[in-house]
T-cell receptor, first 114, second 110 residues
């Protein structure tokens, strides 16, 4: 399968715990995006990388969220001290160099914070 | 006012009907526009890009109206398989940050 993959697909955690999600983009794609989606809403932009450089972060992203893409390939999104409001689907997408190119989404990681 | 607004619907139409959705955007400097389709509990997938001159792909037609700052999606001869949520996406700013609308739900019934 040469599409975008995300792990884990589901995560249940207790409030206050840290969680980390992984995204493996399509191999030749330089751009990698993270989004959060809640029920009845469209995906909300969190951050994106051009190769290993994190070029933009949403102002809505609190300090508890951090993302990395150390070698310009896979990326991780960590949420520290999770809150119930963090419960959502976390989507990763990748695209070739140009931002106007199609974004290909992974299946997402569904997070539930109890 | 939200950056990208869509009527959430649902739009409930019979097979064979023609249905149209609009999506309004607030940033007049927005550069690129797309329609994505999202099936229930699945990831979004690109349906079509929206070009200034309008474009058509089979039963689907997308148009851009820069003066009134909206894009539209027209679906002709609706099929049951068209039932999904249609997300409007606008790229804005120097970094081309994508902003998604909340989506419009379409239900096509027999």
């Amino acid at each position: 399968d040469t599409g975008v993959s995300q792990n884990p697909r589901h995560k249940i955690t207790k409030r206050g715990q840290n969680v980390t999600f992984r995204c493996d983009p399509i191999s030749e794609h330089n751009r990698l995006y993270w989004y959060r989606q809640t029920l009845g809403q469209g995906p909300e932009f969190l951050t994106y990388f051009q190769n290993e450089a994190q070029l933009e972060k949403s102002r809505l992203l609190s300090d508890r969220f951090s993302a990395e893409r150390p070698k310009g390939s896979f990326s991780t999104l960590e949420i520290q001290r999770t809150e119930q409001g963090d419960s959502a689907m976390y989507l990763c997408a990748s695209s070739i160099d140009s931002p106007r190119e199609t974004q290909y989404f992974g299946p997402g990681t569904r997070l539930l914070v109890l | 006012r939200k950056e990208v607004e869509q009527d959430p619907g649902p739009f409930n139409v019979p097979e064979g009907a023609t249905v149209a959705f609009n999506c309004t955007y607030s940033n007049s400097a927005s550069q690129s526009f797309f329609w994505y389709r999202q099936d229930c509990r699945k990831e979004p997938k690109l349906l079509m890009s929206v070009y200034s001159s309008g474009n058509e792909d089979g039963r689907f037609t997308a148009q851009l109206n820069r003066a009134s700052q909206y894009i539209s999606l027209l679906i002709r001869d609706s099929k049951l398989s068209d039932s999904a949520t249609y997300l409007c996406v606008v790229l804005s700013g120097g970094s081309y940050i994508p902003t998604f609308g909340r989506g419009t739900s379409l239900i096509v019934h027999p």
